[in-house]
Nanobody, 122 residues
Framework: QVQLAESGGGLVQAGGSLRLSCAAS????????QGWFRQAPGKEREFVAA????????YYADSVKGRFTISRDNGKNSITLQMNSLKPEDTAVYSC???????????????WGQGTQVTVSS
């Protein structure tokens, strides 16, 4: 099993920044991708960003490209999501995910964190 521990999130005004972190532990040797999904009230889960450990590739949703940056943290199997120029429509519960292969579909991710709330006020 794999455990994903998230930190960060909170309340920020529009135009502000927040940083999310996610540390993976357990049987992580089979995993290559860590990333983030988000879900706003009444909406479906939405892919946000992902990082591939094997190639260092990064993937972003069009809605966050240029504003969010996903990167590896100093710790092994830890990633961060730096969110800048936040908008009210970024308000959602953000969940860290991990999988063997990259996909933009939530069904492709076997492991999910508890989720952390991000609220952007206008």
């Amino acid at each position: 099993q794999v455990q994903l521990a998230e930190s960060g999130g909170g309340l920020v005004q529009a135009g502000g920044s927040l940083r999310l972190s996610c540390a993976a532990s357990g049987r992580t040797f089979s995993l290559d991708v860590q990333g983030w999904f988000r879900q706003a009230p009444g909406k479906e889960r939405e892919f946000v960003a992902a990082f591939s450990w094997s190639g260092g590739n990064t993937y972003y949703a069009d809605s966050v490209k240029g504003r969010f940056t996903i990167s590896r943290d100093n710790g092994k199997n830890s990633i961060t999501l730096q969110m800048n120029s936040l908008k009210p429509e970024d308000t959602a519960v953000y969940s860290c995910v991990a999988a063997r292969y990259f996909t933009r579909s939530p069904q492709g991710y076997d492991y999910w964190g508890q989720g952390t709330q991000v609220t952007v006020s206008s």
